[in-house]
């Protein structure tokens, strides 16, 4: 739908092109007759004449028929004519009481070979002379010398490898350096104002170091350039610079940013990652027409080089667009702000293009379109930028406050946990003290020692519940505690085997190489092979042997535990390893679901990571992986 509304868009400014617009021979030119005004324009005042085999000369034109001229009524747009063009027109004063000294304006300022004679005035017979440039203006100037009222004939000879369109105008001199110095006022603030973006684009590149600020702080120091270039403003600075140079300078300025505006659009949108196939061709033949057209400037074809850049472009333009009108269709918030912020500057890119190209007369708006369209689109962009920086600043500081909040929360819980750790250790001491003083008692029946068996059993797995509480999570919580040193796991699994010598259940054989280190805290990975074995021993046959082996695999050290108990239900194994979560076949078991997650949480710590998967055989193995130093 979007496309068979692009199209008939595009048919219907072509046929407005053709049809809407007047044609160059429908209207006769006469002479232009000067009032008081300080500006007035040639436009219906001028003939034509386009020298192709460049054989005519001022002194031949005033002596060939009038007829080989077409009148113009129009302003001059030609596009990228390789011919040289005549333009003759004539004007007169309207009265004797007015100026002698009038200026002619040719208003394209990167026109390169602009000329301009004087064939006299009507009835006298005079030698075709040229006419000396006024002033040093950006634009050429010219002046006019009326000593009469009568018709004075002039034939301007252009010439240039850049596009054939400009305006003709005649001022009175001081209204001209007037406007002149009012022009260069508003295009300096705007081109300063431009500097200071670029000024902060880069500092804020340098600030975040992401690279879609360095690309975008490239992508306005090149259009920032090809404007600057655009309005032939280096030629108003340096008057006797190489002309040549400065062309192919303007031709370079304008060909990068096809490349640089594709490559920033593409990474801003994401359409790199979302579309990545279609990003690279994309990008490749953007680059490529960008190189081509580099080459065809420096090589002296300039002419050839810009019609491709600029079509380019404009279809780079359509594709860009397209894009973020679908992903806008989407919910693409950074779509729907591209949309926003480019369509200014594309805008004006296309405006310029179509007067390049000839599609449009020059104007004002016209031949300022492009820089205009620049500023706007970096204006906008900034606030977005500083609409993103104000928005990371606050995410920055709700993420500060958090941690903070975090960090006391951290410090209340070890608080809290040493102060329940000494209050619940304490009567459980003095129980666990009682009950073996009554057991020594030789006195007591069969009975009171069944009893008093039972309260040692519920002592001993509170005190369990108190360690799994407790103490291993205040080691988790206490950052401090993670000491990292070298740390050799075979010592950490002889550990664990001693640890275990005189505890009750089955037996645990440990395989482990000579030598084999991580850097870590060896209590806390003590702890989690430690909580491994446990874990083993509560649903592995009394009978069966419980295999602990350690070993290098894959630039990792991998410590794994295997039991042959009735193994971990499917569909349990995602969530083994989460706090609080007991399997099926633990239900009948002792434990608090903390043993295995606090394995995962020492695992992560030390950069590693800890997997379960039951054995073809039976049973299950727990792998706990940690870098190998």
Same mark, same amino acid.
């Given at each position: 739908?979007?496309?068979?509304?692009?199209?008939?868009?595009?048919?219907?400014?072509?046929?407005?092109?053709?049809?809407?617009?007047?044609?160059?021979?429908?209207?006769?030119?006469?002479?232009?007759?000067?009032?008081?005004?300080?500006?007035?324009?040639?436009?219906?005042?001028?003939?034509?004449?386009?020298?192709?085999?460049?054989?005519?000369?001022?002194?031949?034109?005033?002596?060939?028929?009038?007829?080989?001229?077409?009148?113009?009524?129009?302003?001059?747009?030609?596009?990228?004519?390789?011919?040289?063009?005549?333009?003759?027109?004539?004007?007169?004063?309207?009265?004797?009481?007015?100026?002698?000294?009038?200026?002619?304006?040719?208003?394209?300022?990167?026109?390169?070979?602009?000329?301009?004679?004087?064939?006299?005035?009507?009835?006298?017979?005079?030698?075709?002379?040229?006419?000396?440039?006024?002033?040093?203006?950006?634009?050429?100037?010219?002046?006019?010398?009326?000593?009469?009222?009568?018709?004075?004939?002039?034939?301007?000879?252009? #010439?240039?490898?850049?596009?054939? #369109?400009?305006?003709?105008?005649?001022?009175?001199?001081?209204?001209?350096?007037?406007?002149?110095?009012?022009?260069?006022?508003?295009?300096?603030?705007?081109?300063?104002?431009?500097?200071?973006?670029?000024?902060?684009?880069?500092?804020?590149?340098?600030?975040?170091?992401?690279?879609?600020?360095?690309?975008?702080?490239?992508?306005?120091?090149?259009?920032?350039? #090809?404007?600057?270039?655009?309005?032939?403003?280096?030629?108003?600075?340096?008057?006797?610079?190489?002309?040549?140079?400065?062309?192919?300078?303007?031709?370079?300025?304008?060909?990068?940013?096809?490349?640089?505006?594709?490559?920033?659009?593409?990474?801003?949108?994401?359409?790199?990652?979302?579309?990545?196939?279609?990003?690279?061709?994309?990008?490749?033949?953007?680059?490529?027409?960008?190189?081509?057209?580099?080459?065809?400037?420096?090589?002296?074809?300039?002419?050839?080089?810009?019609?491709?850049?600029?079509?380019?472009?404009?279809?780079?333009?359509?594709?860009?667009?397209?894009?973020?009108?679908?992903?806008?269709?989407?919910?693409?918030?950074?779509?729907?702000?591209?949309?926003?912020?480019?369509?200014?500057?594309?805008?004006?890119?296309?405006?310029?293009?179509?007067?390049?190209?000839?599609?449009?007369?020059?104007?004002?708006?016209?031949?300022?379109?492009?820089?205009?369209?620049?500023?706007?689109?970096?204006?906008?962009?900034?606030?977005?930028?500083?609409?993103?920086?104000?928005?990371?600043?606050?995410?920055?500081?709700?993420?500060?406050?958090?941690?903070?909040?975090?960090?006391?929360?951290?410090?209340?819980?070890?608080?809290?946990?040493?102060?329940?750790?000494?209050?619940?250790?304490?009567?459980?001491t003095i129980v666990s003290a009682s009950v073996e003083n009554l057991l020594n008692d030789a006195a007591l029946g069969e009975k009171a020692l069944h009893r008093i068996h039972k309260i040692r059993r519920a002592n001993e797995r509170m005190a369990q519940l108190m360690e799994n509480y407790l103490s291993n999570e205040r080691l988790l919580l206490d950052e401090t505690s993670n000491t990292r040193a070298p740390c050799d796991l075979a010592e950490v699994c002889r550990l664990?085997?001693?640890?275990?010598?005189?505890?009750?259940?089955?037996?645990?054989?440990?395989?482990?190489?000579?030598?084999?280190?991580?850097?870590?805290?060896?209590?806390?990975?003590?702890?989690?092979?430690?909580?491994?074995?446990?874990?083993?021993?509560?649903h592995n046959p009394p009978d069966k042997t419980i295999e602990v082996e350690l070993r290098a695999r894959e630039g990792q050290a991998e410590i794994c535990v295997r039991d042959q108990g009735p193994g971990v239900s499917p569909d349990d194994i995602e969530h083994i390893f989460k706090r609080f979560f007991r399997g099926r076949s633990a239900l009948d078991q002792p434990g608090a679901g903390l043993g295995l997650y606090l394995v995962r949480s020492i695992a992560q710590r030390?950069?590693?990571?800890?997997?379960? #998967?039951?054995?073809?055989?039976?049973?299950?193995?727990?792998?706990?992986?940690?870098?190998?130093?």
């Amino acid at each position: 739908m979007l496309f068979r509304g692009f199209l008939l868009l595009l048919q219907a400014t072509t046929m407005w092109l053709a049809f809407g617009m007047p044609l160059a021979h429908s209207a006769d030119a006469n002479a232009l007759t000067l009032s008081s005004q300080s500006r007035q324009d040639l436009q219906g005042h001028t003939y034509i004449l386009q020298d192709a085999e460049q054989r005519w000369s001022a002194e031949s034109l005033a002596q060939a028929p009038a007829q080989i001229f077409s009148a113009h009524p129009r302003k001059l747009s030609l596009g990228f004519t390789p011919d040289v063009v005549w333009v003759r027109f004539s004007v007169k004063r309207a009265s004797a009481d007015l100026p002698n000294i009038w200026w002619l304006e040719v208003g394209q300022p990167l026109l390169q070979d602009v000329r301009l004679y004087e064939a006299g005035s009507s009835g006298q017979r005079v030698p075709v002379q040229a006419v000396e440039r006024a002033a040093e203006h950006r634009r050429p100037v010219f002046e006019l010398t009326l000593k009469d009222t009568l018709e004075h004939t002039y034939y301007l000879r252009l #010439a240039s490898q850049t596009s054939m #369109a400009t305006t003709l105008r005649v001022w009175q001199p001081e209204a001209l350096l007037k406007s002149s110095a009012n022009e260069t006022f508003f295009w300096g603030s705007v081109f300063g104002a431009y500097l200071l973006g670029i000024a902060f684009y880069a500092a804020f590149w340098l600030w975040t170091r992401e690279k879609i600020h360095l690309l975008y702080t490239l992508y306005v120091a090149v259009n920032f350039l #090809a404007a600057f270039f655009t309005g032939a403003w280096p030629w108003l600075l340096m008057p006797n610079a190489d002309t040549e140079l400065l062309t192919q300078l303007l031709g370079v300025w304008v060909s990068l940013p096809l490349a640089l505006g594709a490559l920033f659009s593409v990474v801003f949108m994401g359409l790199d990652r979302r579309w990545p196939r279609t990003s690279r061709y994309f990008l490749a033949a953007c680059w490529s027409v960008s190189a081509l057209g580099i080459a065809l400037v420096l090589t002296g074809g300039y002419r050839q080089a810009m019609p491709l850049v600029q079509g380019a472009s404009m279809l780079a333009i359509v594709l860009l667009m397209f894009a973020a009108i679908y992903r806008s269709f989407k919910a693409d918030r950074t779509a729907r702000f591209f949309l926003f912020a480019f369509s200014f500057f594309y805008a004006g890119v296309i405006w310029r293009y179509l007067l390049n190209i000839g599609w449009l007369e020059p104007s004002f708006w016209n031949d300022n379109s492009y820089q205009m369209g620049a500023f706007i689109h970096m204006v906008v962009m900034s606030i977005g930028i500083f609409a993103s920086y104000n928005r990371l600043r606050r995410d920055k500081q709700l993420a500060e406050a958090r941690v903070e909040a975090e960090s006391r929360q951290r410090q209340e819980q070890r608080e809290f946990m040493a102060m329940m750790s000494h209050e619940f250790r304490t009567p459980l001491t003095i129980v666990s003290a009682s009950v073996e003083n009554l057991l020594n008692d030789a006195a007591l029946g069969e009975k009171a020692l069944h009893r008093i068996h039972k309260i040692r059993r519920a002592n001993e797995r509170m005190a369990q519940l108190m360690e799994n509480y407790l103490s291993n999570e205040r080691l988790l919580l206490d950052e401090t505690s993670n000491t990292r040193a070298p740390c050799d796991l075979a010592e950490v699994c002889r550990l664990v085997k001693d640890d275990l010598a005189d505890a009750e259940g089955c037996p645990v054989s440990f395989l482990a190489p000579p030598a084999l280190s991580t850097h870590g805290d060896k209590d806390l990975i003590r702890i989690a092979l430690l909580n491994l074995v446990t874990n083993a021993r509560r649903h592995n046959p009394p009978d069966k042997t419980i295999e602990v082996e350690l070993r290098a695999r894959e630039g990792q050290a991998e410590i794994c535990v295997r039991d042959q108990g009735p193994g971990v239900s499917p569909d349990d194994i995602e969530h083994i390893f989460k706090r609080f979560f007991r399997g099926r076949s633990a239900l009948d078991q002792p434990g608090a679901g903390l043993g295995l997650y606090l394995v995962r949480s020492i695992a992560q710590r030390h950069d590693g990571s800890v997997t379960v #998967a039951n054995r073809p055989e039976g049973g299950c193995e727990f792998c706990l992986r940690l870098p190998i130093t």
